[in-house]
């Protein structure tokens, strides 16, 4: 199962404030994958998935200056 | 007049860089502070401050520049501009150096907040706002004595060491940490070029980074005639004065926030992190309302997140000091509102549904 959050457009910090709250929609195992285009985020998301603990499968530019990352709920 | 360009332009595109590149940003590290739990990029600004405090204390002594904390300081102003600016820059989402990088690197809303920021600081400045301004500003009773040094009746060597103590303290603990492995983009370069434009900078590097580029702006600023260091509120406002009246000339401060746009644009291109990007009603709105909420309290308290939170600090001023303490409580309070309530919000609801 995977779950799209678009934050395309959205500023920093939304982006990873609403990867939090959607995060906790999903079941163990299942993927979250988010695309975004605010910079800070290349930075904060794969963060905040490492301290969380949860494996981020993917990350990778969609286009110049847009993103996308998955991550594997803990 | 070429000093003053080639110079101010270099300099503010260093900056630029170094925010862009870093994602340094104040805004977000004090909010951060609050809704995630973590101070790193608090502890990066005492880093930078401490940099800058060391090498302005050996320029002052070497005579090089004449950095002083100033003799009084408006501390009701500042007080009451500097929470004003700090609520404005979480709804604009960004400081007032930050606007200057985010237009540079493609946003819309950066450029709006820079807008709304720039004029209400000029109408507070010399427009109708201006005696308003004043009668908090100038009156005797309203200001106090500037220089901690002075007030302690101690020397600003004795404040470094204090302060280097304090940094060390928290950038040890925080580097001590263990490390945790987080996901990278695939890098395209490698080398040299992979440090410089791709490789993630630790926030204390960035840190340093900014802290060595305000102790060399200073006597490059000085040597045009203007003796101060890094600054956003007022160089900004003057170009609006500059574009609109025509009367002034430009000086090294309008070309350094000319330049931290062209060094963000430069450094977003190069990392492929430029984009055009557009903005909503409600962005827009937010955008407005926070730049003139920063160009009221900036000018009010007299400096922003740069001014007072980089530059003053280091010269040890209060202004410095508690203008950059009353920031933070503006954005914490301004922070407790746009993000959590509206996330407890959220998880109730969703909680509500899963049931």
């Given at each position: ?74 | ?27 977000g590290g004090f909010r951060d ?276 939170g980089l530059v003053g600090t ?42």
């Amino acid at each position: 199962m995977e779950k799209l959050l678009d934050a395309v457009g959205k500023l920093c910090p939304i982006p990873l404030e609403e990867a939090k709250i959607e995060i906790e929609t999903i079941n163990s195992g299942d993927l979250l994958r988010i695309d975004f285009d605010c910079p800070e985020a290349t930075e904060n998301l794969p963060r905040w998935a490492a301290e969380s603990g949860h494996e981020v499968t993917n990350f990778d530019t969609i286009s110049e200056g847009v993103w996308t990352v998955s991550i594997k709920k803990k | 007049m070429f000093y003053i360009v080639t110079t101010g332009i270099l300099t503010g595109a260093a900056l630029g860089f170094v925010f862009q590149r870093g994602k340094f940003c104040l805004t977000g590290g004090f909010r951060d502070m609050l809704i995630s739990k973590d101070n790193r990029i608090f502890y990066a600004l005492l880093l930078a401050i401490l940099v800058q405090a060391t090498g302005l204390l050996i320029l002052n002594s070497l005579g090089i520049t004449n950095a002083t904390a100033g003799a009084t300081f408006p501390w009701l102003a500042l007080m009451l501009g500097s929470f004003m600016f700090g609520v404005g820059i979480i709804l604009a989402g960004g400081c007032a150096g930050g606007t200057w990088q985010k237009a540079g690197q493609g946003n819309f809303n950066g450029w709006i907040a820079l807008f709304s920021f720039a004029l209400m600081a000029t109408i507070m400045r010399i427009g109708p706002l201006r005696s308003f301004r004043e009668s908090l500003q100038l009156p005797e009773h309203l200001r106090a004595n500037n220089s901690i040094a002075d007030t302690f009746g101690i020397s600003n060597l004795i404040l470094v060491i204090l302060l280097s103590i304090i940094v060390l303290f928290f950038v040890i603990r925080e580097l001590r940490k263990p490390k945790i492995k987080i996901a990278t983009l695939k890098p395209k370069r490698t080398g040299f070029l992979h440090l410089l434009l791709e490789k993630r900078w630790h926030p204390f590097f960035t840190a340093i980074m900014i802290g060595i580029i305000g102790v060399i702006a200073w006597p490059i600023s000085a040597f045009s005639g203007r003796n101060s260091g890094l600054g956003i509120t007022t160089p900004t406002s003057q170009i609006l004065e500059y574009l609109v009246l025509g009367e002034s000339s430009l000086n090294w401060g309008n070309f350094l926030v000319i330049g931290i746009l062209i060094g963000a644009f430069v450094c977003s291109k190069l990392t492929g992190e430029f984009r055009f990007r557009t903005v909503d009603a409600k962005g827009a709105i937010n955008s407005t309302v926070g730049g003139f909420m920063m160009g009221f309290g900036a000018t009010l308290g007299v400096g922003c997140t740069i001014g007072n939170g980089l530059v003053g600090t280091s010269l040890f001023s209060w202004q410095g000091w508690i203008g950059t303490l009353f920031i933070m409580l503006g954005v914490w309070v301004a922070s407790y509102f746009v993000y959590i309530l509206p996330r407890n919000k959220k998880v109730k609801m969703n909680v509500a549904i899963s049931k």
